[in-house]
């Protein structure tokens, strides 16, 4: 069965980091895509960063120079690294995977809550 299991999200001051994993199973990870999204209160999801299965990233304009997105194939799973964290960032992040040769496999997670406050 296909999970994807979001962690790592918390509260953080202004110019802290927290660092998102995004574990999957059930899933040939080897061949999706991965991306995280974020939403906020009153807000459209929006894309924060997505990795290819070869390894080829892109980033919101919003976030780049502070976040980073990784995946190792060896335990399926994929991470966010967010550095100098500002209360605009504050958001519950989500995962999703996409299958590169089949797009309707395509899978989301639970979320996780990020709060970036004094």
């Known amino acids: 069965q296909v999970q994807l299991v979001e962690s790592g999200g918390g509260l953080v001051q202004p110019g802290g980091s927290l660092r998102l994993s995004c574990a999957t199973s059930g899933i040939g990870f080897s061949i999706y895509a991965v991306g995280w999204y974020r939403q906020a209160p009153g807000k459209q999801r929006e894309l924060v960063a997505t990795?290819?299965?070869?390894?080829?990233?892109n980033y919101a304009d919003s976030v780049k120079g502070r976040f980073t997105i990784s995946r190792d194939n060896a335990v399926n799973t994929v991470c966010l690294q967010m550095n100098n964290l500002q209360p605009e960032d504050t958001a519950v992040y989500y995962c999703?995977?996409?299958?590169?040769?089949?797009?309707?496999?395509?899978?989301w997670g639970q979320g996780t809550q990020v709060t970036v406050s004094s």
């Open positions: 999703n995977a996409r299958n590169e040769f089949l797009s309707v496999r395509n899978y």
């Open positions: 990795i290819t299965s070869g390894g080829t990233t």
